[in-house]
């Protein structure tokens, strides 16, 4: 059984918001099992929680935001990453701005954050999507329309390809498939 995770003391980190410049306190703290993870905005009059889920993100342009209600916080992809990496299920995040601290300007510096404060296991098993039927999402249509799909699989599969004419990505057509199971990588 994989284990849940949560952080073993609470740990801080001080920095600048990349997007609104604003100097913001991040505290990372200790959750129960089944908490999740869930943003704290304290520097309100009554602090309000935004646990992370796929319906809390509200926008995706040039950073990841999250809300609840009117309250938001930016720039959420580099901590959450992090979390993500550790395999962190369970965090309190409290902060005291709109948006998260750019800090080294990627997840390495809340690795060491996440380390530093010791990572625990937890006494009760991880949970875990399981997609049994195909799930395709798409936005626009034609040349300029993207699209997404997941398709049931024992193991773990991840197959894209990029199309997209640009000089800096210069990838129209490439294809590239890893499939975890057997550790096979293929490009097109």
């Known amino acids: 059984m994989l284990e849940q995770r949560t952080i073993k003391t609470l740990t801080k980190a001080v920095g600048v918001g990349l997007h609104g410049g604003q100097r ?3 505290t990372l703290r200790p959750a129960a099992v089944d908490t999740g993870i869930v943003f704290r905005r304290v520097d309100l009059p009554n602090p309000v929680d935004i646990p992370i889920s796929a319906e809390s993100v ?5 950073a990841s935001t999250i809300s609840n209600g009117d309250v938001k916080v930016h720039t959420v992809e580099h901590l ?14 409290d902060i ?19 380390q530093s404060a ?12 399981r997609v ?17 799909r997941l398709e049931p699989y024992h193991g773990f599969k991840l197959r894209f390809q990029i199309d ?17 199971s057997s550790g096979v990588y293929t490009r097109d």
């Open 58 to 62: 509200t926008d995706t342009r040039l």
């Open 96 to 114: 005291t701005a709109e948006e998260v601290p750019i800090l080294d300007g990627s997840a390495s510096s809340f690795v060491y954050l996440l």
């Open 80 to 93: 959450m990453s992090a979390c993500a990496g550790l395999g962190i299920d369970n965090l309190y995040i």
């Open 132 to 148: 049994t039927r195909p799930v395709e999402v798409r936005e626009g249509e034609g040349e300029k329309g993207k699209w997404a």
């Open 118 to 129: 010791g990572i625990v296991k937890q006494r009760a098993p991880k949970k875990f999507i």
């Open 24 to 26: 913001v306190e991040l």
């Open 164 to 180: 997209f004419a640009h000089p800096a990505v210069d990838s129209t057509g490439q294809s590239v498939e890893f499939d975890m």
